[in-house]
């Protein structure tokens, strides 16, 4: 069964630092998504991907944030310079044009110190 | 009044038990509505989509009450392997696929 997946699983940063997450969605899906989950809290959206651009973000997906499809299967989020509150699971997810449901990958779990 | 609101629980019910899990969301124009399962420190997967009719899946029954703005997941002869957390999702009205997650309500079941 195809599945998304995120690279790397943990990743430690200090603070003020760039870091770039990746993921590869589903290889037919068109619409790409990410979410984080703070430790113990809800998940959340960030920003939703469609034909190479932004069509969605939530307020959390300031200007320290930003995705790119470098090349037809990755599909990443970077953060410019780490703050502490950015320390969460980041999800990638994924879907096909009709379907409306969304696979997510295993996350990347983030520490910033 | 939040978004997508639920019972965080937990709920801890002996092998066997049936368990309902209820949940209210704000936005009236809501469209879509999912129960996603979500087990300790992993991704949230898809458990069914609930749909105005109701629907079935195995020992799993949705249903939703759009003039209440009320989702519901019953669980029938729990099982162990049906410890997690469950999260009420509700798509964004009008968006591409914007999910709104609840905090999810937390299931035990004991032997």
């Known amino acids: 069964e195809p599945e998304v997946t995120q690279t790397p699983s943990h990743q430690v940063t200090q603070m003020g630092q760039e870091v770039i997450l990746r993921c590869v969605p589903i290889?037919?899906?068109?619409?790409f998504y990410w979410y984080r989950q703070i430790l113990g809290q809800k998940v959340e959206f960030l920003v939703s991907f469609y034909n190479n651009e932004i069509s969605e973000k939530s307020e959390i997906f300031d200007d320290q944030f930003s995705v790119e499809r470098p090349d037809g299967s990755n599909f990443t989020l970077k953060i410019r310079s780490t703050k502490l509150e950015d320390s969460a699971m980041y999800f990638c997810?994924?879907?096909?044009?009709?379907?409306?449901?969304?696979?997510f990958g295993p996350g990347t779990r983030l520490l910033v110190l | 009044r939040k978004e997508v609101e639920q019972d965080p629980g937990p709920f801890n019910v002996p092998e066997g038990a049936t368990v309902a899990f209820n949940c209210t969301y704000s936005n009236s124009a809501s469209q879509s509505f999912f129960w996603y399962r979500q087990d300790c420190r992993k991704e949230p997967k898809l458990l069914m989509s609930v749909y105005s009719s109701g629907n079935e899946d195995g020992r799993f029954t949705a249903q939703l009450n759009r003039a209440s703005q009320y989702i519901s997941l019953l669980i029938r002869d729990s099982k162990l392997s049906d410890s997690a957390t469950y999260l009420c999702?509700?798509?964004?009205?009008?968006?591409?696929?914007?999910?709104?997650f609840g905090k999810g309500t937390k299931l035990s079941v004991k032997p």
């Open positions: 997810a994924s879907r096909g044009g009709i379907q409306e449901t969304q696979y």
């Open positions: 999702v509700v798509k964004k009205a009008g968006s591409q696929g914007n999910l709104i």
């Open positions: 290889s037919n899906h068109l619409y």
